[in-house]
Structure formats: C-alpha cells, structure tokens
Nanobody, 127 residues
Framework: VQLAESGGGLVQAGESLRLSCAQS????????MGWFRQAPGKEREFVAA????????VYADSVKGRFTISRDRAKRTVYLQMNSPESEDTAVYFC?????????????????????WGQGTQVTVSS
C-alpha cells in the first residue's frame, strides 16, 4: 500500500483548502483511511476518518462542522475539505490507511489501527 498526499499549502484563515490522499498498490475491499495532524511541539492527533466500504465517518471535536472527509472508491482516494480553517489548524497533515475485518470493531481515532502512512503535507493557516 502506498499513499500519496496532495493539496497542502498556505491559506488565509477563513478560506478553504482541500487535501487529497490516493492509495495505490494492492486492492482491498474493506479498509479505512484517515487524516492525522501534528503541529510543532505537539503530538500527532486524529482529525477525521472514513470507511471506504461503508462511508462511515468520524471527526475530532476540534474540526467537526468545519472539515469534511469524503471518498471516491473507484479512485481509492479520500479528501479532506477544510472550511473556515483557523491558525490552530496549522500542522503537517498525514494520511493513514487501515485494513479492517468485518468481525472487529474499530475506533478509527487510534493511530495504532493504521498500518500505512503518507509522507505528510504541510498546511499553514495565516490569520
């Protein structure tokens, strides 16, 4: 599994930005993809995740109502639409991939559930 992120950059507070993460390599039928972020001097934290098979989504409270995660199953790509970003959203955003088994339950928020990670893309929100 390989992950390729794109869409990061510099954005003014209140403007919109969309991140993309495309998965290539072996094809799986049941998996999730998520976004985590790490700001300078802080630990990596969960942002949002989606099940590629069901479309089920999970969001961190800090981004709920402002960010939207979506998927294109055919392209094996997930998107993170960032609306009304704030300076506190400045971080390196990482895409992650998690294989899922139908018999198990997942939190989607625990980074240990994810087996593959992208290189990260910088998002800087200027106020």
């Amino acid at each position: 599994v390989q992950l390729a992120e794109s869409g990061g950059g510099l954005v003014q507070a209140g403007e919109s930005l969309r991140l993309s993460c495309a998965q290539s390599g072996r094809l799986y039928s049941n998996y999730a993809m998520g976004w985590f972020r790490q700001a300078p001097g802080k630990e990596r934290e969960f942002v949002a995740a989606i099940s590629l098979s069901t479309g089920y989504t999970v969001y961190a409270d800090s981004v709920k109502g402002r960010f939207t995660i979506s998927r294109d199953r055919a392209k094996r790509t997930v998107y993170l639409q960032m609306n009304s970003p704030e300076s506190e959203d400045t971080a390196v955003y990482f895409c992650a991939w998690a294989l899922q088994y139908y018999s198990r339950e997942y939190t989607y928020t625990d980074e240990h559930e994810y087996s593959y990670w992208g290189q990260g893309t910088q998002v800087t929100v200027s106020s």
